[in-house]
């Protein structure tokens, strides 16, 4: 049995929550034992205890923005120290083989690896642009703790070797996999269109993801005016909510969305748990990130459920969509093409459905949720044999 500390930067059901989640619940347990310890109580912790799993809630400090200023350096260090040590004592006790740490923001996992003498696999999700400060802190510590540097995709990986850190050959790439069973064509919408006050028959373009500074909402809705004024009939729903600290971001989206001439037809719902059936209802799904999104959740669900997807040319997304076969991809941070590329699909029915089988197949066949468990499995089995 190899007993695993997953150590993650929070507790919602955002992408790398939901990976996270998934990969724990399929593990053969007859072969693992997974632990979780979270920084804070959530939808999260609900999903892992109701899936049996142990989890506990430790206030350790993740890294963010908030953090950036000399104050925030010292509290931020301070708890990395006081949690740290709680963490390496609950390491010990639950005799943990293999530390797994999800997200470059979680820095714990260099404590407790180096205390008590544990591998430590570090998963990086993140393209970090901004601040370049923080790109070559993160890049340099995943370099020196990390037993082993898992990245979910090639654009991740390029963009950790491009820092100068890192030994050639040295990060593994293991796509992330979604349940194609959960998320599939034939899931049911129809409560959505009640809820929304959508028409039957009346199109729906939309997204999922964090309201943050560049999951790209105001480009989607700057997209969405001139298709809502061509096409009368066409509704667009954004759905996501922000980080603790940051709600003032979804008042945002809220006034530009109310200065709108067609906001009887934008849709702003927050969070929400139903993302099975939000991606049946889509036609089409969007990802705006202004910034390079490394492999995002959101678009393997959406073509687990058959839909076809338009967003920006960079990051994962390069690889999950083949430009005209899944999908199209639009010229970075330009929300008139963004426009032009959804009006493409969304203007030829036979387009959209065949674009949208392909997205089904791809998923199947490059994305498996079965390989993905695979994989991290023979990987955790590889870190412990060699550590021994």
Request: charged fraction near 25%; glycine fraction near 8%.
């Given at each position: ?44 912790v609900?999903?892992?205890?109701g ?77 970090i ?9 993160t ?30 050959n ?30 039957e028959?009346?199109?729906?373009v ?34 996501g ?7 003032w971001r ?17 849709i702003d ?21 202004t ?25 994962g ?57 695979k994989?991290?499995s ?11």
């Amino acid at each position: 049995m190899i007993n695993i500390l997953y150590l993650h930067a929070g507790a919602e059901m955002y992408g790398a929550d939901k990976v996270m989640f998934d990969l724990i619940r399929n593990l053969d347990k007859n072969k693992f034992k997974p632990y979780v310890v979270l920084p804070k109580d959530g939808v999260l912790v609900d999903a892992l205890k109701g899936a049996g799993v142990d989890v506990a809630v430790i206030p350790y400090p993740i890294m963010r923005r908030k953090y950036f200023n000399p104050k925030g350096i010292l509290q931020y260090g301070g708890g990395l120290l006081k949690y740290g040590k709680q963490l390496s004592k609950f390491a010990k006790e639950k005799h943990i083989d293999v530390i797994h740490t999800n997200t470059s923001a979680v820095l714990e996992g260099c404590r407790v690896s180096r205390a008590c003498h544990i591998p430590q696999l570090w998963e990086i999700h993140e393209i970090i642009v901004s601040p370049k400060v923080m790109y070559k802190v993160t890049s340099k510590l995943i370099a020196k703790y990390a037993t082993l540097t898992v990245t979910v995709s090639n654009a991740v990986r390029d963009h950790l070797y491009r820092s100068g850190y890192f030994k050639p050959n040295s990060i593994k790439v293991i796509y992330n996999g979604v349940d194609a069973n959960r998320f599939n064509p034939n899931n049911d919408s129809s409560y959505l269109r009640k809820e929304w006050n959508i028409p039957e028959g009346a199109p729906v373009v939309g997204m999922i993801g964090r309201v943050n500074r560049w999951k790209g909402q105001g480009d989607l809705l700057k997209a969405a005016n001139s298709l809502l004024e061509k096409h009368k009939n066409l509704y667009v729903a954004f759905v996501g909510s922000a980080f603790e600290g940051e709600e003032w971001r979804e008042k945002e989206l809220k006034d530009e969305i109310a200065r709108s001439p067609y906001k009887d037809r934008i849709i702003d719902s927050g969070y929400r748990k139903d993302a099975e059936g939000v991606h049946s209802l889509f036609d089409i799904f969007v990802l705006p990130s202004t910034n390079p999104d490394p492999l995002p959740t959101v678009v393997l669900e959406a073509m687990a459920s058959g839909k076809p997807v338009v967003g920006y040319k960079h990051g994962g997304i390069c690889e999950m969509v083949k430009d005209g076969y899944n999908g199209l991809l639009a010229e970075v941070n330009n929300p008139n093409d963004l426009a032009a590329k959804i009006d493409e699909v969304l203007s030829d029915d036979e387009l959209r459905k065949e674009m949208g089988d392909r997205s089904r197949l791809r998923l199947l066949e490059k994305f498996s949720y079965d390989s993905y468990v695979k994989n991290y499995s023979e990987t955790y089995e590889g870190l412990v044999r060699n550590h021994g």
